[in-house]
């Protein structure tokens, strides 16, 4: 029997929520990218790394929390956490503009010279990470684990087909809301804001204008240092901590940036809804979305699935390629915030 | 070669000596063969990026293709596999090549427009679900066939020494095909693009289970032609009485041998690649590269077809690169696509180009011999160093134990430390281009 109300259902719990959230995920990390891109002039190849250790912070910080006693449960103590993430990532990405880039920058260094230093300092980042909390998956999520179990939502529906709403993809989504529109206040309605936008529309007049360059960069490191953790410890909450994972990330983050035009903001977050939206529904099997569709004569008997998920990243690398080929400045025009 | 430089191989070498009486003479050879593998896949970067400026961190990708070619070329053909569905395979990998091909043109000869857009769509989803149709009830068929022994075509039986080429031919075609769509991006966008390939590539060879096992891992890759095996050398008395002499047990000298055999094919590709790049970099077309690359639009303006020769370059880098993944995974006799990472196969030869010179060969050389050393070394020196600067804690004390544990990854951040520092003060490396 053609049901599209399960059909739909059954699209929204496994294609639907999860690639909003994910998409959410890597819109966050893909504005820490095109925010340096567009003040520094250079791909941080070490943004994945940053992430990775933004998010150890927040874990130590919520085990020692949760050995504390301290909870807000329902929610998760991780949340608790972040500030301490954000602000201990802060230090250590402005220490490391301190002894690495501010150089290059006073020599005016060609932007690969950027890119050869950010491979060191993810070399780096990736080994503190790997030293201190070792390359081994970790959980840290607590408090509950649904807004709505597959069960309930039955209940509530009557229909066949549940959908469940995990606790983590509802955080996911309401803080990129939150940092999104606290973002984009910033770079659009406060003075330092205006002044970044400024400089990264161009510099030299910027520069004339009385604009001090150095705190342009060194707000825009702790903004990026901010959305890095966050990004971070949302993509661990919902999925898990895995150091490498995040080096992984790298693709993803990267094709949504440049997909939305790097340098562009509103541009990485359409780019990271692209990313996500496509590769979850390129990996995911349709066969019972496709079943409800159909008359039961119909009924496929594979999986329809397009790819296996291993291929996620061709997905990504795919439709970078497109856009470099046909559209090279991204859908929104790149290079500017 | 100045003397500076030949006392900066001589210290490798010493050090190399060092650790055969600190630790052991077979993990000095055992270092000494990667080192010269490192050493050819660091000319292979150099190519790219010392000769033409190609920033092109796909290196991983080519050096696993040369470890599936040893594969698919030195292993014994699956006959029960090939009846199968061995045939169907290649027809439907044909005909996705096709539908492809097929795509291009239609985007070449149709005007722009709507109906361009339309055709070409339907004609690569008709050509994907009629490729999977093929595709799909053939590999099911391969991967059916004793799937806990083979479960895989095989290979064609030819010499792994084949399989060397045929890995620099597989990377260099790969290579070809990925030059064409992404060389001519700017800069950092080749970057990601060719890292993204090489995830691809290592996706592939991780899934395609019925080209070479995919993660179950295809063992007993035979040896190179004059090798032999250890337990072959123990049971000849001749070996036994020439072991003898100096005074080693068979075991230990069977052992030393293979190495030393396998360090001597090495150094013969890598003298041979050496040569033929150094012979290319003093050339005209050494010359023209190099001028492409410290100015592509005056380069263009006197008439060099740039995107072509990044695409030549980018195609013998690639290849050379392919060469040394053959190498490694022919001395490793066995392929392992879950152990490919970005790392320690890209980034890490990398490091190896800039610490020694970019731009000049003998620099990437050293840089291999230097950088693989201390990739090895830096563990047990970390080690070490931990355990001398924590001595004062009790031996059961967590941060003393947690340091011990985690100095297997003391490499990652000095490796980073090391990038940092000769970008920073060194930045033409340590052995400069002239």
Redesign the interface.
């Known amino acids: 029997m053609v049901d599209i109300l399960n059909a739909l259902v059954v699209l929204a719990n496994f294609v639907l929520v999860p690639a909003l959230a994910y998409g959410s995920q890597l819109a966050l990390g893909a504005l820490g990218i095109t925010l340096i891109y567009g003040i520094l002039r250079?791909?941080n190849?070490a943004h994945g790394d940053t992430m990775a250790f933004g998010t150890m912070i927040v874990i130590l910080a919520t085990w020692w929390m949760q050995k504390a006693g301290v909870s807000i449960a329902p929610l998760p103590t991780a949340l608790l956490a972040l500030p301490i993430g954000i602000a201990v990532t802060a230090i250590v990405v402005l220490l490391t503009d301190r002894a690495?880039y501010r150089?290059y920058r006073k020599v005016k260094a060609a932007?690969?010279?950027f890119?050869?230093?950010s491979?060191?300092?993810?070399?780096?980042?990736?080994?503190?990470v790997?030293?201190?909390i070792?390359?081994k998956e970790q959980t840290f999520a607590d408090g509950a684990r649904f807004i709505i179990t597959a069960r309930d939502f039955k209940h509530m529906t009557g229909l066949h087909e549940g959908m469940a709403i995990k606790l983590s993809q509802g955080i996911t989504l309401i803080t990129a809301v939150i940092v999104v529109a606290a973002l984009f206040w910033f770079l659009n309605r406060t003075r330092t804001g205006k002044s970044m936008r400024a400089f990264s529309d161009n510099e030299d007049l910027a520069l004339l204008s009385g604009i001090n360059p150095e705190r342009v960069v060194l707000i825009i490191w702790i903004i990026v240092a901010a959305l890095a953790t966050i990004a971070g410890t949302l993509y661990g909450l919902d999925k898990s901590y895995k150091p490498?994972t995040y080096?992984?990330l790298?693709?993803p983050m990267?094709?949504a940036a440049?997909v939305g035009g790097l340098g562009n903001p509103l541009g990485a977050i359409a780019g990271g809804f692209v990313i996500s939206f496509s590769e979850v529904s390129v990996t995911y099997a349709f066969k019972r979305v496709v079943t409800y569709l159909v008359p039961d004569s119909w009924a496929p008997d594979?999986l329809v699935q397009?790819l296996?998920t291993?291929?996620k990243?061709?997905v990504?690398?795919s439709i970078?390629?497109l856009v470099?080929?046909f559209r090279?400045t991204g859908i929104f025009k790149g290079q500017s915030l | 070669m100045n003397l500076r430089n030949i006392s900066l191989f001589l210290v490798i070498f010493a050090l190399l000596i060092l650790v055969g009486f600190v630790q052991s003479w077979s993990v000095a050879f055992q270092l000494l063969s990667f080192c010269l593998i490192s050493a050819v896949m660091a000319l292979g970067v150099n190519i790219q990026w010392g000769y033409a400026g190609l920033f092109s961190v796909g290196t991983m990708g080519f050096v696993a293709l040369g470890g599936l070619a040893t594969v698919i070329t030195s292993m014994p053909p699956v006959k029960e596999a090939w009846a199968a569905g061995g045939v169907r395979v290649l027809v439907a990998l044909l005909f996705a090549g096709a539908v492809i091909v097929g795509a291009t043109q239609i985007y070449k000869r149709m005007k722009p427009g709507r109906n361009r857009a339309l055709v070409l769509t339907l004609e690569l989803i008709a050509g994907f679900f009629i490729y999977r149709a093929l595709f799909d009830p053939a590999v099911s068929a391969i991967e059916a066939v004793n799937p806990a022994g083979t479960g895989y075509l095989g290979g064609l039986g030819l010499p792994v020494l084949v399989s060397w080429l045929v890995g620099g031919l597989l990377a260099a075609g790969v290579a070809w095909v990925i030059g064409k769509v992404s060389l001519g991006l700017r800069s950092d966008y080749l970057a990601i693009a060719t890292l993204g390939i090489a995830e691809i590539i290592i996706a592939v060879l991780k899934n395609e289970d019925w080209l070479a096992r995919g993660v179950k891992n295809v063992n007993g890759i035979p040896r190179p032609w004059p090798v032999p095996y250890e337990i072959s050398l123990q049971k000849s008395t001749a070996f036994i009485d020439f072991a003898q002499r100096f005074g080693l047990n068979p075991v230990d000298a069977s052992s030393y041998t293979v190495k030393v055999l396998y360090s001597v094919l090495f150094a013969i590709v890598l003298m041979i690649v050496l040569w033929m790049s150094q012979k290319a970099l003093t050339s005209p077309w050494g010359r023209m590269m190099r001028a492409i690359r410290d100015n592509e639009e005056a380069a263009e303006a006197m008439g060099k077809d740039v995107t072509h020769r990044h695409l030549q370059v980018f195609v013998i880098g690639s290849a050379v690169l392919g060469i040394a993944g053959a190498m490694m995974t022919s001395l490793d006799g066995l392929m392992t696509p879950g152990t490919y990472n970005p790392l320690r196969f890209t980034f890490l030869i990398w490091v190896m180009v800039i610490v020694g010179g970019s731009g000049n060969n003998w620099g990437s050389v050293l840089g291999g011999f230097l950088i693989w050393f201390l990739w090895i070394e830096v563990e047990p020196i970390g080690r070490w160093l931990l355990d001398v600067l924590t001595s004062p804690m009790p031996n059961d004390y967590w941060l003393r134990i947690h340091l011990l544990n985690s100095a297997a990854h003391m490499r990652l951040l000095t490796m980073g430390l090391i990038l940092l520092l000769v970008l920073r003060f060194w930045p033409k490396g340590l052995i400069p281009e002239k």
């Open positions: 250079f791909s190849f690495v150089f932007p690969i010279i890119v050869m230093a491979l060191g300092v993810m070399f780096i980042m990736n080994g503190l790997r030293f201190i070792g390359p490498f080096f992984q790298l693709l990267f094709a440049i594979g397009l296996s291993d291929y990243f061709a990504s690398f970078l390629i470099l080929l090279p």
